[in-house]
């Protein structure tokens, strides 16, 4: 495959993930991942891509990539993180879940624990979870978006405000790599998601390395509100000197 068509194909697929790391191309395209810094530097340099430490966007802050396609990106990733937060959750305990495809993970990696009290505005995560008859599920009111079965509004948002739980568990569309922003497309979402770490006793973000290298429009807070972050690669330097300086801890979740 020649230089200039590699490139097009380059462009091509991390229009349709959002975004791609260099081992994913270099893997894909069968070349170094050498190659794949220069064909990076070469689009970038066009303003056809944007570069990322270990990989590379094309970003829209307006509008997320489709739930098919996010449901199936960096896979193994929220799998492994979802193995290690579900380790960490005890049986019997309350939870909060949001709306995203690695919470939805996770809840198929808690279907071993027993007792657990569940509160989600994710109509995915509900039907994951209710084949557990000792589960007690509980669906938070709002509309549902169509798109991918998150319940949002203001009734989501004064539901989510009766409880007070012992986790609070939430995925992110984008961390800002800079200052630790969690960002996401729509602010309807990010309220509930605020919600949920209001009325939580512990805060887990679970968010694969992607996420560090994506932007949305919406901010949520930042990664400093959260007890423990939860990824599969070490984030940037940037991010880890946040997470030294306020306390968070940070879980490395390797592929296997």
Known sequence: MGQQTRQERIIQLVREQGYASI?????????????????????ADQNLLRRHHGGASIDSSTTNVDYSTRQALQL????????????????????FINIGTTTEEI??????????????????????????????????????RSRDGGIIGEATLDFINQFRVDYGIIGISA?????????????QEVRVAQGIIANSRHVFLAADNAKFGRSA???????????????????????????????VRLELCPQA
């Open 76 to 95: 193994d990733a929220k799998r492994s993180i979802a193995h290690k937060v579900a380790a960490e959750i005890p049986n019997g305990a309350s939870l």
């Open 175 to 187: 961390i800002d790599p800079e200052d630790g922003s969690l960002l996401d497309f729509d602010y």
């Open 217 to 247: 429009m919406v901010r949520l807070g930042n990664i400093t509100q959260v007890e423990r972050l939860f990824t599969d690669a070490p984030p940037p330097k940037s991010i880890q000197a946040l997470l030294k300086e306020h306390g």
């Open 23 to 43: 081992d994913q191309l270099a893997s894909q395209f069968n070349v170094t991942p050498q190659t794949i810094r220069r064909d990076i530097n070469t689009l």
């Open 107 to 144: 809840a198929r990696a808690l279907l071993q624990h027993e007792g657990l009290k569940i509160i989600t505005n994710n109509i995915n995560v509900a039907s994951i979870l209710r084949v557990k008859e000792d589960f007690n599920v509980i669906v938070a009111g709002g509309t549902v």
